[in-house]
């Protein structure tokens, strides 16, 4: 099933992008649940579709589809995030989860500790796209992990 890797839907008018990218956030959340417990994240993370600032910073600068920071224990992201393929959009979901548990453990949410809680809390490594947008992405082992297919 690992040929599903770069998928993408067609279109970001598809009707299956926003159930695609609520479907992965939730398989996602839950690996990363039975992986921390109830260790540094909130007991509820909600995903936010189509947050006004990020439509906003997609179109000013492709790197960036989603934040956290804006509304306490939610993740906010880009209705362009589910046009991208499977293992970006974990990547990136991975990143800001680590956000929210960097914060939580260290108290500081820097990039690098959202990677390095990432890796610490959730066994999850972020890396990075060699391409102009270097968009967080996760291999194929840590995929296979979260049991995503
Ligand atoms: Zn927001
Ligand atoms: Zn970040």
């Given at each position: 099933m690992l040929q599903n890797l770069n998928q993408v839907p067609a279109k970001a008018d598809d009707p299956t992008v926003v159930p695609r990218l609520s479907d992965l956030y939730q398989q996602l959340y839950h690996y990363i649940r039975q992986q921390t417990g109830s260790h540094w994240l909130p007991a509820v993370v909600q995903l936010y579709i189509g947050c006004p600032i990020a439509e906003r910073e997609y179109l000013k600068k492709w790197r960036q589809v989603a934040h956290t920071n804006h509304y306490d224990d939610v993740i906010?992201?880009?209705?362009?995030?589910?046009?991208?393929?499977?293992?970006?959009?974990?990547?990136?979901?991975?990143?800001?989860?680590?956000?929210?548990?960097?914060?939580?453990?260290?108290?500081?949410?820097c990039e690098a500790n959202a990677n390095a809680a990432a890796y610490e809390f959730f066994g999850l490594t972020v890396h990075y796209s060699n391409d102009a947008q270097q968009l967080e992405y996760l291999d194929e082992g840590d995929i296979k992990k979260i049991h995503i297919y």
């Open positions: 906010c992201c880009c209705h362009n995030l589910g046009t991208l393929p499977l293992k970006t959009v974990l990547g990136v979901l991975a990143h800001e989860f680590g956000h929210i548990a960097a914060a939580n453990a260290w108290n500081d949410s």
